[in-house]
């Protein structure tokens, strides 16, 4: 354990946001009571997939730049706790626990991964909130994390607009890097939450017109 672990288990011990109990931000008992998925969902309707090998429906394909949505568990009460204390007060700590989770049950893919993707921020959101969820949550699963997307122009929160405004709020905000290469690529897009699919698409949207050949999604919680 470094000085820096020491200073906080000292002055800034955890303490599971549910039951209180000292340790975790989310103890074992606690983190049962979340509703998991054991199966990945179409993108699109959300619906369940009867095949092991494709993992969006045939007919959604046409509305759709990712290939399958793997999420952990149920965007509910809990799970929104857990992400507000994250991103917007700062116990940010908890990406450690949340990435573990996501790990352990998708710890493998039934297809080989070339790059996992963190959904970026913009410049002005960053250095407001200090570090981006998805891209620790990306390197503490510890795939092939590599930053390949940037977010050129700050949007309104998604969470604050109606679902229909959210496609065209993130519109052309997103860019791949110059150099980079994803040419045939198989890329997982790692974030947070998914609820109406609008930035993961967006994402995919342009690794999808850059030339890669399959991008899916993992999220720790899904609406």
């Not at 977010?151 to 959210?166: C, G, N, P, V, Y």
Request: glycine content about 2%.
């Amino acid at each position: 354990m470094n000085i820096m672990s020491i200073f906080q288990e000292i002055f800034y011990p955890k303490y599971c946001f549910f039951c209180f109990k000292k340790g975790r931000h989310i103890c074992s008992r606690c983190l049962n009571k979340f509703v998991y998925y054991d199966k990945p969902s179409c993108p699109i309707c959300k619906g369940v997939l009867r095949s092991k090998k494709c993992f969006i429906h045939k007919i959604c394909m046409r509305h759709s730049y990712l290939d399958g949505l793997f999420t952990v568990v149920h965007y509910d009460e809990r799970a929104k706790t857990v992400l507000k204390e994250a991103k917007y007060h700062f116990a940010y700590n908890v990406l450690d626990e949340i990435a573990k989770t996501m790990k352990i049950q998708y710890n493998n893919f039934p297809f080989a991964v070339d790059y996992a993707v963190p959904v970026p921020l913009s410049k002005a959101r960053q250095n407001w909130r200090g570090f981006n969820q998805a891209e620790i949550l990306a390197r503490k699963i510890n795939w092939r994390s590599r930053e390949i997307l940037q977010k050129e122009k700050h949007t309104i929160a998604q969470a604050k607009l109606h679902r229909s405004k959210r496609l065209l709020n993130l519109r052309s905000s997103f860019k791949l890097l110059q150099h980079v290469e994803v040419q045939n690529k198989t890329i997982v897009i790692i974030d947070d939450v998914c609820t109406t699919g609008a930035t993961l698409q967006e994402c995919a949207k342009v690794l999808k017109n850059s030339g890669a050949k399959k991008v899916f999604a993992l999220v720790f919680a899904k609406d």
